[in-house]
């Protein structure tokens, strides 16, 4: 018989009370998940809705942004995380703005984060160094872990579109963030050498067309205009449990969609 798989998702919601309101419960009991990590859940946890802060069957975490309405990550579990850490401090203001959890599951460290958006308020691209270093803060607090053998998944939107493949139109986007030589230059340096794999990429390595953002403008997303800015990444020590990798395009609710990995229940150990 073989070993049993556990299904992990990741999705950026766009308001967790207006994806309560389009099905996420229904969403999140049907979808055979024994982990969920939520991104721009855009609330404090007291003004989420009962049923949606503490659905039936599982144990939910969330972190708020100190600015209301503003960034926030969630995680729904079958079973409680053995510890949970929601700061990574560091010389910037990183966890004011709410975007980190790292939640141990036995061997399991899962890292559900919102990788923060390089745009400026006039859309100038003035927050990409404070993305970069968000990136490299995070990298360095995963480092030894990794290099340990630690079976490890970073999780969540990554604003971050590595490859040409990865969205619909690069040579019109080459100046936009999340689509910057800077930006993809430090997807680079986690993936280089296998430091760090894209689990989809792992199992889809060469294909296009496959993405998880789509901007809300008519019809964008049936003519699938979209950019691959979700994902699940994994350490080496993760990715010989990992059995598939996959995008949820059907599910609505969001202008995301949800992503996640497959993976041998002896993850957790």
């Known amino acids: 018989m073989g070993k049993r798989q556990q299904r992990i998702l990741s999705w950026n919601v766009n308001g ?27 609330a404090n946890p ?29 995680l729904y579990s079958r079973h409680a995380p053995t510890q949970i850490e929601r700061k990574i401090g560091g010389r910037r203001p990183f966890d004011v ?51 340990k053998g630690r079976p490890i998944l970073v999780m ?17 986007n080459k100046g936009t963030s999340g689509f910057t030589p800077i930006e993809r230059e430090e997807l680079d340096r986690w993936l280089l050498n296998g430091k760090w794999i894209d689990s989809f990429r792992h199992f889809v390595p060469e294909e296009g067309g496959h993405y998880s953002w789509w901007s809300q403008r008519y019809g964008v997303k049936e ?9 699940v990444m994994a350490s080496p020590g993760a990715m010989p449990f990992i059995k598939n990798a996959f995008i949820l395009k059907e599910v609505e609710g969001s202008d995301h969609c949800p992503v996640g990995v497959d993976v041998d229940e002896d993850i957790f150990g």
Not at 52 to 68: C, L, N, Q, T
Not at 156 to 172: M, S, V, Y
Not at 223 to 231: A, H, T, Y
């Open 16 to 42: 967790i009370r207006a994806v309560a309101k389009k099905g996420f419960v229904d969403f999140l009991q049907g979808s055979e998940a024994s982990i969920v990590g939520v991104q721009e859940a855009r």
């Open 46 to 74: 007291e003004d989420i809705p009962d049923d949606v802060r503490h659905p039936k069957g599982w144990h939910s975490d969330f972190v708020a942004a100190e600015r209301k309405g503003y960034s926030g990550v969630g």
């Open 97 to 147: 703005e709410g975007r980190v959890q790292l939640a141990t599951f036995g061997k399991l460290l899962i890292a559900n984060v919102y990788f923060p958006n390089g745009n400026g308020k006039d859309r100038d691209n003035s927050r990409i160094p404070f993305k970069l270093d968000f990136y490299r803060r995070l990298y360095r607090i995963l480092d030894e872990d990794r290099k």
């Open 156 to 172: 969540g939107d990554f604003n971050t579109a590595h490859r040409e493949i990865d969205l619909a139109r690069p040579k019109q």
């Open 223 to 231: 003519k699938n205009i979209g950019w691959r800015l979700d994902m």
